[in-house]
């Protein structure tokens, strides 16, 4: 009979046998609770903190419910532009729960329950159990873990496959002690350790051979790295961590250490290199030939392109003000932190720079380099980039930080172990429970009141706008309603009300307040006014003449927007009885760029109304308020349109002051009705309020309006007849007088 293998207790993972040797049978209990612990944090309140959702999280689950219609981007270019693995696997989870914000916030805390679960098991691989254990109870209880694995947002997303990526390319390796049985490293169950242990390379003679399964490996983890890059925009920097371990193994190599490491793995490396540039291959060529997709990358790598022209000084900026990021001062924003809090508790950062030494110690074990390499890598987009958003933008780092804690704290075990007696073991085991305990309630406090409740936190998650969705969810009338706004563009509010709103009979439209007032077709409508974006002064008696008020909602009283009001708007006998005091002011069109010194409206072309502009819309009438200006002061202008046609570009009204030249000395270019929501029928107010210049010397002056797009600066043509007559039409000229 075989005689059982006894580990080697002076071997790191011997000892770690020895150490857990009387409890293993535990293991999968204790990792069980610690998956509890961490489904309670990641679940508990989920659908009231955040208390709203921001405007990316709401792009995120746009597109995740268009995927669900049939579109199929490889790059959504919504915003800034971001990765698709995070939209589809919301879409997923969608399918079966429906296009709600609680489907796309359960997506990310299912990915960050599995990015716990490939920690402890990348963890365990390399270092065993109890350094695996200590990984997953540190990520479960963390509030930088917690906050990544509630929001809806695609950062997790990366930490999750590249870990995957490393596990996979971990197991190419031996087990790091053959005297062990299996089944104490397996990551399965014990039933299955035979299988595993045809999945390990075999040793003979001339070194370690290279079964097929070995290929398999490094295949998945190239797959799971080229996944990686449709994540998250940091991504691009993962890559690099496995030529960077390979020159280290060739250092190794050139200094007479572990040479059989270099030739058994760059082979690999290469191999899952290939596949993940293959995997990546598509994204990548889309971006490529449409750089304008991806227009973060620019804003953010302005540092880079300040080195690659010699100048060091925005780079040095950025990494002395985020260095700090792990102990002593932290992301500066409320949307996903604490202003100023670190990444890491005391206890935690502590026991990270101990674990920096203990890895820099055993710096001719591979398995801390790699460790070492993940995080310099990982960290670097954040350092790059600045303090803003370093809870996102050093995610990648996330599961290397808490498994170099763990190696800490795992020491400091063994030290009490070897050199203390049973009852300082004991106190010392105590004090990890205490501490991951206390780092829990930490947690929970910090984020459910300290930062849950926090007024700035709700005016960063819309809370306001959130609340007036549900309001409508819980009444039972439908029809249209017109939401005043500061964000009212299709990528902002529209966007969170979509995936609020639990009902389909509602027409929506959206305007800002302070500059617009809409008029839907078809009769009374109902208006929700916040205090963030009351009626304008100038738009208020329109308006108050036709509507009578519904519902206050009170929020909290320390928020900024303290309440919302609802009205029951008559649109169309509203815009009946403005409509005679807009529609009889002269308009005109001018074949000419300038206008003669002598004579200037002797160039006038005359207009009646409505004036069509580009087939979709058409000027009604307008109120010139202020004919008579002096120097300094503000013209101020109401302009009265009706939709003709949808628009799908984003449109941009331009209102020009213009002296005999054309040149411009005051102007206002802004759309407070944004295009993309324009209905035939609809019509809308919009209010002109800018300063001209103070040195403009006395004399009649060109008021000229128009519509052109954002994309290209195009101008809408004015059409008469069926003819394009011109790009703008002018309206009465504003005399500037003296001081």
Avoid at 388 to 398: H, K
Avoid at 596 to 605: F, G, I, L
Wanted: glycine share 8%; charged share 15%; hydrophobic share 50%.
């Amino acid at each position: 009979m075989t005689k059982p293998q006894i580990p080697n207790p002076k071997s790191a993972v011997g000892h770690w046998s020895l150490v857990i040797g009387h409890w293993s049978r535990w293991e999968w209990v204790l990792l069980a609770l610690i998956l509890f612990l961490a489904a309670v944090l990641r679940l508990w309140r989920l659908d009231s903190v955040p208390p709203g959702f921001t405007h990316d999280e709401a792009s995120n689950g746009h597109d995740a419910a268009a995927v669900l219609r049939g579109v199929r981007p490889i790059y959504f270019t919504v915003g800034y532009g971001h990765e698709p693995l995070y939209p589809y696997s919301v879409a997923l989870v969608m399918s079966l729960l429906g296009p709600t914000g609680t489907a796309l916030r359960l997506t990310t805390v299912g990915w960050g329950m599995a990015l716990i679960l490939l920690s402890y098991g990348f963890a365990r691989r390399l270092f065993g159990p109890l350094p695996a254990l200590l990984t997953a109870a540190w990520m479960a209880t963390s509030f930088w873990c917690v906050m990544t694995s509630r929001v809806g947002l695609r950062a997790i997303t990366l930490a999750t496959t590249f870990t995957a990526s490393a596990l996979c390319f971990w197991l190419t390796f031996p087990p790091p002690s053959r005297r062990l049985p299996l089944k104490r490293f397996s990551l399965l169950s014990p039933h299955l350790s035979k299988w595993v242990a045809s999945w390990q390379p075999s040793e003979s003679a001339g070194g370690l051979s290279l079964p097929w399964h070995r290929w398999v490996w490094w295949v998945l983890s190239g797959a799971f790295l080229g996944a990686a890059i449709y994540t998250y925009m940091a991504s691009r920097a993962m890559p690099a961590v496995y030529p960077l371990f390979l020159a280290y193994l060739f250092v190794l190599r050139l200094l007479g250490m572990r040479r059989s490491l270099f030739h058994q793995q760059w082979l690999g490396i290469a191999l899952l290199l290939l596949v993940a540039a293959l995997v990546a291959a598509p994204l990548a060529h889309f971006l490529i030939t449409h750089p304008e997709a991806e227009q973060r990358l620019g804003q953010l790598s302005a540092p880079v392109q300040q080195v690659a022209q010699g100048d060091f000084s925005g780079l040095w900026r950025n990494l002395s003000r985020s260095l700090p990021m792990f102990t002593f001062r932290g992301d500066p924003l409320w949307l996903y932190n604490i202003p100023g809090h670190p990444l890491l508790d005391p206890v935690s950062g502590a026991l990270f720079y101990a674990g920096i030494l203990v890895c820099l110690w055993h710096w001719r074990d591979p398995r801390y380099t790699f460790l070492l390499l993940w995080l310099i890598v990982g960290v670097g987009p954040a350092l790059v980039t600045g303090p803003d958003a370093t809870v996102l933008r050093s995610i990648a780092a996330q599961p290397a930080v808490f498994i170099i804690v763990a190696l800490a704290l795992g020491t400091i075990l063994r030290f009490l172990h070897e050199r203390t007696g049973r009852w300082a073991r004991v106190a010392g085991i105590g004090c990890v429970v205490v501490s991951i305990a206390g780092i829990g309630l930490r947690t929970a406090h910090n984020y459910f009141s300290a930062w849950g409740e926090h007024r700035n936190v709700r005016v960063a998650y819309h809370h306001a706008l959130v609340q007036e969705v549900r309001y409508l969810n819980a009444q039972p009338e439908g029809g249209a309603v017109a939401f005043s706004s500061i964000y009212p563009g299709r990528f902002h509010d529209p966007y969170t009300a979509e995936i609020t709103l639990r009902r389909d009979d509602l027409s929506l439209r959206w305007f800002d307040g302070r500059f617009a007032l809409v008029f839907p077709v078809g009769g009374e409508t109902r208006v929700i006014i916040p205090t963030i974006a009351p009626l304008d002064e100038t738009l208020e008696p329109i308006f108050k003449e036709h509507a009578s008020h519904i519902h206050t909602e009170h929020l909290r009283p320390d928020d900024t927007i303290s309440h919302f009001d609802v009205y029951r708007f008559d649109a169309a006998s509203a815009l009946a009885a403005f409509t005679p005091v807009v529609k009889d002011n002269p308009v005109y069109w001018c074949p000419f760029d300038a206008f003669p010194a002598d004579e200037p409206q002797a160039a006038y072309e005359p207009l009646v109304f409505p004036v069509d502009v580009g087939d979709v819309i058409e000027l009604a009438g307008y109120d010139l308020r202020t004919p008579v200006v002096g120097p300094g002061e503000q013209v101020e202008l109401l302009t009265v349109w009706h939709v003709r046609a949808p628009f799908v570009s984003e449109a941009v009204m331009f209102t020009h002051l213009l002296d005999h030249s054309s040149h411009v000395v005051g102007q206002a270019d802004r759309l407070d009705v944004p295009s993309w929501h324009w209905q035939p029928g609809d019509a809308f107010v919009q209010l002109h309020r800018f300063q001209i210049d103070a040195n403009t010397p006395p004399g009649l002056y060109h008021l000229e309006v128009g519509i052109y797009t954002r994309e290209d600066l195009a101008r809408l043509p004015v059409i008469v007849n069926g003819i394009e007559t011109d790009d703008r039409i002018l309206l009465q000229p504003v005399e500037v007088t003296s001081q």
